[in-house]
């Protein structure tokens, strides 16, 4: 049995093998502390390098978080459009068949158009690939993304010159200027590589700062005379979306793919669109002019956002969610099309972060973030006790939905690293070593306010107080406010 097993603690510990992971809790470097409270509590607060979370990170604290960030997308529960489920809309064909009736009315009208809502699929057909393999996706975007949001217009409430174009019902689509301004615009934004590999299945794929997602939807010509589709245009819809954890506004991209087209009265359609924002935030700039839709020609609206939080408050936080929407025209049909929308996750912003109190940044609230561990890497101890404690069951796994959640409260942080780790003269340090816990301390899941059970370990000091900088540095990279879930990785 280890020293780091003794002492009454063990009893709530989850047995000898468990291990405790103090990574941001309690990176002790070797410390004997006293009998004397006052003297014991330094101490304390020497071993965790994290104990005060109001204290900013140093820039080694931030790049060892980091480096320590996994990566990776996962899928985002369904997303909804303003409220309704993605996919065939109950109401659609009924509401198709009215605009044909009433086009019906209209003296020498021929055509009129139905656009579908957002289609699920399974797996992309050979013109669906077709389309997606003329998109040069980078395998990070990261660099572009902050660049992007760096040049952010900074318009407040005004829009870009470039503007959707609303057509009233009895006009036709825009001739060439409006192409012309398109070409003009900056090109679109290239979305990761994961995004595109993901295929066609209605679902966001979302990392902390950023997400993506592939969609298939048509528009059909309808002759207003017999009621049947004559010519139709099917496409797939690229959405992307990325933010920073240092900025208030946040950016969005539809870009529109055609994958095959059939029949009369399509030739010529053109797409445009606009964007709004429902929740704390607004849209600052939308551009979405008219743009030909074919195969070699990709429409695609640009959009940002700000957060409309009070800033000036201390510890604000909400979220908004951005919903871009477009028509089609066409010289031969009537009117245009119905709107077609498209909305992204949830974004949270916030000046609430410990550390950066006066910093605004934007997350994907539904994005769990996750810190990752090597066995292999510079904290071996600290991962392999981590590793251990999660074999007992304790919370915290990757890959799981037992999550551990922030805990920022600095007295209730020392009480949780007290219990499972108390002074020298209860539980002895042997040199070298210093005690870790799992789960932190700075979770509502340690020693004091978790479950009651937790794991314990003399690990090696350095090690110890490093994997501690990097988780600090973590929860500042990732955004992750008091009450956030979080998983660890052990690689």
Request: hydrophobic fraction near 35%; glycine fraction near 10%.
């Given at each position: 049995?280890?020293?780091?097993?003794?002492?009454?603690?063990?009893?709530?510990?989850?047995?000898?093998?468990?291990?405790?992971?103090?990574?941001?809790?309690?990176?002790?470097?070797?410390?004997?502390?006293?009998?004397?409270?006052?003297?014991?509590?330094?101490?304390?607060?020497?071993?965790?390098?994290?104990g005060d979370?109001?204290?900013?990170?140093?820039?080694e604290?931030?790049a060892?978080?980091?480096?320590?960030?996994?990566?990776?997308?996962?899928a985002?529960?369904?997303?909804?459009?303003?409220g309704e489920?993605?996919?065939?809309?109950?109401?659609?064909?009924?509401?198709?068949?009215?605009?044909v009736?009433?086009?019906?009315?209209?003296?020498?009208?021929?055509?009129?158009?139905?656009?579908?809502?957002?289609?699920?699929?399974?797996?992309?057909?050979?013109?669906?690939?077709?389309a997606?393999?003329?998109i040069?996706?980078?395998?990070?975007?990261?660099?572009?993304?902050?660049?992007?949001?760096?040049?952010?217009?900074?318009t407040?409430?005004?829009?870009?010159?470039?503007?959707?174009?609303?057509?009233?019902?009895?006009?036709?689509?825009?001739?060439?200027?409006?192409?012309?301004?398109?070409?003009?615009?900056?090109?679109?934004?290239?979305?990761?590589?994961w995004?595109?590999?993901a295929?066609?299945?209605?679902t966001?794929?979302?990392?902390?700062?950023?997400?993506?997602?592939?969609?298939?939807?048509?528009?059909?010509?309808v002759?207003?005379?017999?009621?049947?589709?004559?010519?139709?245009?099917?496409?797939?819809?690229?959405?992307y979306?990325?933010?920073?954890?240092?900025s208030?506004?946040?950016?969005?991209?539809?870009?529109?793919?055609?994958?095959?087209?059939w029949?009369?009265?399509?030739n010529?359609?053109?797409?445009?669109g606009?964007?709004?924002?429902?929740?704390?935030?607004?849209?600052?700039n939308?551009n979405?002019?008219?743009?030909t839709?074919?195969?070699?020609?990709?429409?695609?609206?640009?959009?940002?956002?700000?957060?409309?939080?009070?800033?000036?408050?201390?510890?604000q936080?909400?979220?908004?969610?951005s919903?871009?929407?477009?028509?089609f025209?066409?010289?031969?049909?009537?009117?245009?099309?119905?709107?077609?929308?498209?909305?992204?996750?949830?974004?949270?912003?916030?000046?609430?972060l410990?550390g950066?109190?006066?910093?605004?940044?934007?997350?994907?609230?539904?994005?769990v973030?996750?810190?990752?561990?090597?066995?292999?890497?510079?904290?071996?101890?600290?991962?392999?006790?981590?590793?251990?404690?999660?074999?007992?069951?304790?919370p915290?796994k990757?890959?799981?939905?037992?999550?551990?959640?922030?805990?920022?409260?600095?007295?209730?942080?020392?009480?949780?690293?007290?219990?499972?780790?108390?002074?020298?003269?209860?539980l002895?340090?042997?040199?070298?070593?210093?005690?870790?816990?799992?789960?932190?301390?700075?979770?509502?899941?340690?020693?004091?306010?978790?479950?009651?059970?937790?794991?314990?370990?003399?690990?090696?000091?350095?090690?110890?107080?490093?994997?501690?900088?990097?988780?600090?540095?973590?929860y500042?990279?990732?955004?992750?406010?008091?009450?956030?879930r979080?998983?660890?990785?052990i690689?």
């Amino acid at each position: 049995m280890t020293l780091g097993l003794l002492g009454s603690h063990l009893g709530l510990a989850h047995a000898a093998g468990e291990p405790d992971t103090g990574v941001d809790t309690s990176p002790t470097p070797g410390v004997t502390l006293t009998d004397d409270p006052v003297a014991d509590e330094a101490s304390l607060e020497s071993e965790a390098e994290d104990g005060d979370p109001d204290a900013a990170p140093s820039a080694e604290e931030l790049a060892l978080g980091a480096d320590s960030t996994a990566g990776g997308a996962e899928a985002a529960p369904e997303t909804a459009e303003d409220g309704e489920r993605v996919g065939l809309q109950a109401g659609r064909k009924a509401a198709c068949d009215e605009r044909v009736k009433d086009a019906a009315q209209i003296p020498g009208a021929q055509l009129a158009s139905c656009a579908s809502a957002l289609e699920p699929a399974v797996e992309l057909n050979a013109d669906e690939e077709a389309a997606l393999a003329h998109i040069e996706s980078p395998t990070d975007t990261s660099e572009a993304e902050s660049a992007v949001l760096a040049g952010a217009p900074d318009t407040g409430e005004a829009q870009s010159q470039a503007v959707v174009q609303d057509f009233p019902s009895e006009t036709v689509s825009p001739a060439a200027p409006a192409d012309a301004a398109a070409a003009a615009r900056a090109k679109p934004w290239k979305e990761p590589k994961w995004c595109i590999d993901a295929g066609v299945d209605s679902t966001w794929y979302i990392e902390r700062m950023r997400g993506c997602g592939i969609w298939r939807a048509e528009v059909n010509a309808v002759d207003v005379r017999t009621g049947r589709k004559v010519g139709g245009i099917k496409y797939l819809v690229v959405g992307y979306s990325f933010s920073a954890r240092d900025s208030k506004t946040w950016a969005y991209q539809v870009r529109l793919l055609e994958s095959s087209r059939w029949g009369r009265g399509v030739n010529g359609t053109k797409a445009s669109g606009s964007a709004s924002c429902v929740g704390k935030c607004k849209v600052v700039n939308k551009n979405f002019p008219a743009q030909t839709i074919s195969k070699g020609a990709e429409p695609y609206g640009q959009f940002f956002m700000d957060t409309t939080i009070n800033t000036a408050a201390a510890k604000q936080r909400g979220t908004g969610r951005s919903v871009a929407s477009w028509t089609f025209s066409n010289p031969e049909w009537v009117a245009p099309s119905e709107p077609t929308r498209h909305s992204t996750v949830d974004v949270r912003c916030d000046n609430a972060l410990p550390g950066a109190s006066n910093q605004v940044g934007c997350v994907n609230l539904q994005a769990v973030p996750v810190i990752s561990y090597s066995l292999t890497g510079p904290w071996p101890e600290v991962a392999q006790h981590i590793k251990d404690a999660q074999a007992t069951g304790l919370p915290g796994k990757y890959g799981t939905t037992n999550y551990l959640t922030r805990l920022t409260d600095r007295k209730k942080i020392r009480e949780n690293r007290g219990k499972a780790c108390p002074s020298a003269a209860i539980l002895p340090r042997p040199p070298g070593k210093s005690c870790d816990e799992y789960p932190f301390a700075s979770t509502w899941q340690g020693a004091k306010y978790g479950s009651g059970e937790f794991s314990r370990r003399m690990v090696n000091a350095k090690q110890n107080t490093d994997a501690g900088k990097a988780l600090k540095g973590f929860y500042t990279y990732s955004r992750v406010l008091e009450g956030d879930r979080f998983l660890v990785w052990i690689r």
